[in-house]
Every structure is written in C-alpha cells, then in structure tokens.
DNA sequence: CTCCAGTATTCCGGTTCGAAATATTCCTAA
DNA sequence: TTAGGAATATTTCGAACCGGAATACTGGAG
C-alpha cells in the first residue's frame, strides 16, 4: 500500500500530461469522452461536438460546456490525438474541424480497455433535500418529488426516442444499447421516486399513529 | 425571456455571496450540504462532517475532500450561519468545532423548500466506456461490466447496513429513507447492469449469424 | 523508544462548469 | 426590405470542485 501511494504523483501529470510507461498519458475522462465522440470518424467542429454530447452522452455522462470542449480539442491536438483543419464553405465564414488520428484512436482504445473501473459520480440533489426531510413539510418535500418523478419520466422518454434514432446506423450499435439502458436507468428512476413517496406515507402513518 | 436573464449575474455572487430580496444567499449546492450535516444539531469538527458525510452522503451525494469541507465552514461562519469555538479537551490539541445559527437553520430550511428542483448529476463511465463499446473486444466490456455489478451490489448491501444503524435514531427518520432509497437504487443498477450483459450477448449473436 | 495509525487542518494545482461576450449568417415576418 | 431573432461558432472569465501532498500532533503496539 505505502510502495505504490507515494510516487503517485509521478503518473498524474501536474506538470503537461505526462504520458504513461505505455505512451498514453493520463487525461481526464473528459477528454476521453471528447476523442470518443471523434473516434466514430467523422470530422466535427467543437460546436457540432456539443450537439452531438447533448444528444446522446447527456443521458449518463455529461453535458460539457463549450469551454470544456474548445480546451479539450486544442490539447488533443497538442498531444497529436486529433488533427484540424479550417473548414471554407462557399460564403459561410470558416469553422475549424476536428478529425481523430491513428495515435488517437489507439489510445481511447486502450483507454477503454484499460483504465480502472471507476464508480459513477451521483449528485442527487432531489435526495439531499429528502435527507433534510426534518426541515420542510411533508407536504413540500411530496411535491418536490412528484417534480423530480416527471422529470425521470420525460428522460426516459427522450432516451427511447434517441435510441430509435441510433437503431438505424448499424456503427451505432454501442450507442443504442445504451441508450436503451439510459431509458430503463430513468424508468427505475421513476420507480424508485415513486416507492419514496410511499415511504413517506408510511413515515408518515407512523408518526400520526403518535 | 431577456429581462430575467440579463441581470442573472446580479443574483449569482459574482463578488462576495451575495443575498438574494429573502436573505438567503445564493450558494452551491456543497454549502447547503454541509449545512444540512450541521442541521441535525450537534457540533462538529472538519474531520467528524468528513466522517459523516462518508458514512450517509457518499452514496447518493457526494463523499466532499478537505478542503471543501473546511473552506465551506469559514464562508459558513462568515455568513453567520455557523459558529466555531476551538474545543480543549484535556490533553489533546485544539480542534474548532462548528454549530448551526438560527439564521443558518432558517437559511438550510428555505433552501430545502424552495431551491428549484435540479435535475441529478450522473457521470457514468462505465456507460461510457461501454458506448466506445467498438473500441474493444466484447470479453473486455464484459469484464468491466461485470465489476462493475459488482461494485452495484457491495455498495446496495453497505446502504442496506446504514439504514439498519439509523433506523436506532429517532432523529434519523429521513436520512434513513434515503439509505433505504440508496439500497434500491443500487439494486437496480446492478439489475442494470445484468440486463446490459444480455444485451449484449444478443447483439453478439447477431452479428455472428452474420 | 520508535514507528505507525488516527486525528485535524491547510495548501496547491488542475478540472469542471456555466454563462456572458462576440461575431457572423440565415430566415422570416412586419 | 429590412429589422430582428435564431442558429452557428468560438473565446473568455470567475467560481466551484476535487484529490492529494504537506504538516503536525497524539496515542498505542511492539
């Protein structure tokens, strides 16, 4: 345990992303998830890259922020994992596209492969405030609930839309399955917001019956 | 549309947290959560919300660092929603302990009631890795899955054995639904997470049949 | 008596986020 | 027909967030 902590440091980069004994440095996952949407081939400006995040990654990933993606794509381009090139279409001013490498491509494959399984990150924040029940009336925190309910509904429903969508490209076959699996994570969201409320019944029969 | 939004920053402490017309601050959400650990009256040292937001946020929150924890404490304080005196027990070096205000408990109060209702923050990468799912072989994918439910169901049964130690305080009522909520909701990514292995196989089964 | 684990806090640098600022083109409805 | 809004495209900024190192003291085990 005290032999692998210490030199730790060594493999994250602090200073300019070092890279790995394996040549693949150690980014941030969001710049894995930014290589990955370019590693489906196609050549993409930042802002077709937040449309494309915002359609299908936005279900269990992220959202990213222009910012994020602008910063990502000039150090994926530093670290030669991605190639640009200002793109001149007749009349519209120029955009600059962005298309995967080979090295690229060879690292978000041994990215994916290799990096350690890692916990997802859950921020609930509908739960934190069911956490401080003891604060509110039951009544609020019901229909902050039945809110937070519609709202797993309506992703659920998004997410099976998007997913038919992906079922008609066969290179999107890994995309589909998971937005299927997003469109039952949100349904189990709903199921489970809704055995909550029941909970609260209870809770609340129980403190009645004094 | 463009009258509420212009003036947005004033309302979002640019400079100093700033108050919003009913005197509650406009703070992230992180500040609330230390708050709401501080809401439940006893007086706490950094270290011990650490601890305690290990042992009941983690799972459906956030496990904070240090440095948030404290650095909240002192803007907290400065607020006026804490207060702090460095506690001397015989023989052991100082610590500052912290206790909620009564402005404080109004301000987590109001917070709890009226915040708007914020969508959940989920960073999947096991989903992303598996939508990269073309970039490796499905043996791989599947390993990680498979860890992956495992994770789902260690962490169902530590939820599942939390709730049992709230369940003793009576005070406890509500953070004891949201183990409980935790335990399920585990539960169900672990289910999750078979349902995506037989996905799979059948995704494998026909491509084979060509 | 030394070393290790636990308590307690601070510091640092990189990551992440959200929204504003900027600028250009395209469409559309008064 | 022209003002204006929507979409495209990118940059900038400040704050929030995160993890780990650094520091330092104390108590117990060997």
Redesign the pocket.
């Known amino acids: 345990m005290?032999d692998t902590?210490?030199n730790?440091?060594a493999t994250?980069?602090?200073?300019k992303?070092r890279a790995a004994k394996d040549g693949t440095p150690n980014?941030?996952?969001?710049?894995w998830a930014v290589l990955g949407l370019l590693s489906f081939g196609e050549e993409l400006?930042?802002?077709?890259l937040?449309?494309w995040a915002d359609w299908s990654l936005k279900f269990f990933y992220?959202?990213?922020?222009?910012?994020?993606?602008?910063?990502e794509l000039?150090r994926l381009e530093r670290l030669g994992f991605a190639t640009s090139r200002v793109e001149l279409t007749e009349?519209?001013?120029?955009?600059?596209?962005y298309a995967i490498t080979e090295e690229g491509m060879a690292a978000v494959s041994r990215w994916a492969r290799e990096a350690p399984v890692e916990p997802p990150?859950l921020?609930h924040g509908v739960m934190l405030r069911t956490w401080l029940g003891h604060l509110m009336e039951p009544a609020r925190l019901r229909e902050i609930l039945e809110q937070h309910g519609d709202y797993a509904e309506k992703m659920s429903r998004r997410a099976a839309g998007d997913a038919g969508g992906a079922a008609e490209v066969a290179e999107w076959a890994y995309p589909e399955l998971v937005l299927r699996w997003s469109q039952r994570y949100y349904e189990a969201e709903r199921e489970l917001t809704r055995q909550m409320l029941a909970d609260l019944d209870e809770l609340a029969a129980e403190s009645a019956k004094h």
Chains 1, 2 share one sequence.
Do not use: E, F, N
């Open positions: 005290s902590a210490p730790d440091r994250r980069g602090t200073g992303d980014l941030p996952p969001t710049s400006s930042g802002y077709d937040k449309k992220w959202s990213p922020s222009y910012s994020q993606i602008y910063g000039k009349s519209t001013r120029g955009k600059r596209v990150v921020k």
